[in-house]
């Protein structure tokens, strides 16, 4: 399903053609669409099935949050195995990614599964520095708490997605 994108003017909320459009197409797209956004099919049948229409994004938002909050550790492992690092910029030295992926071996040695972290509004020559710090303040906490942290970097990617999904 493809979102129409927003008119320039109106960045605050989505028009109401493209949030129709998404609270009347059918059910699959509007799944494939979602597990675009948290790979989660528990959470994307709950934005589905259970509380389309969506007055406006705002509600959109809020019922993310609320289906994110109900994952269960097998529907947290389902949305990690779709999860990759964030993107580098071109110009980061071949040092620096070397960094990165040993201090990620070391993350999932200990935790079996992917660092994830949201960047959103981090400037692009900041990725890195965020990255790191977050895998080496991460790396001391014991299971039960990274699996709380995972779930709210989840969370928050989810909604940064579903933002861009309406052009925001």
């Known amino acids: 399903m493809a979102i129409p994108a927003l008119p320039e003017q109106s960045r605050t909320s989505p028009s109401p053609h493209a949030l129709d459009a998404f609270n009347t197409a059918p059910a699959d797209d509007v799944r494939h669409t979602l597990l675009t956004c948290l790979r989660s099919h528990r959470w994307s049948h709950r934005l589905t099935d259970h509380h389309r229409p969506y007055p406006d994004l705002d509600a959109l938002l809020a019922a993310s949050d609320e289906a994110s909050y109900d994952l269960t550790p097998g529907d947290l492992t389902e949305a990690l195995a779709g999860e990759s690092l964030p993107a580098l910029p071109d110009d980061t030295y071949e040092a620096a990614h070397m960094a990165l992926d040993a201090a990620h071996a070391a993350y999932e040695a200990r935790f079996g599964h ?53 052009g925001f």
Do not use: M, Q
């Open 114 to 166: 992917v660092f994830v972290i949201c960047a959103d509004g981090i400037a692009p020559d900041e990725v890195l520095d965020h990255v790191l710090a977050g895998i080496r303040s991460r790396l001391t906490n014991d299971p039960e708490e990274e699996r709380v942290v995972v779930a709210e970097e989840l969370r928050r990617l989810a909604k940064g997605r579903l933002r861009a999904v309406f």
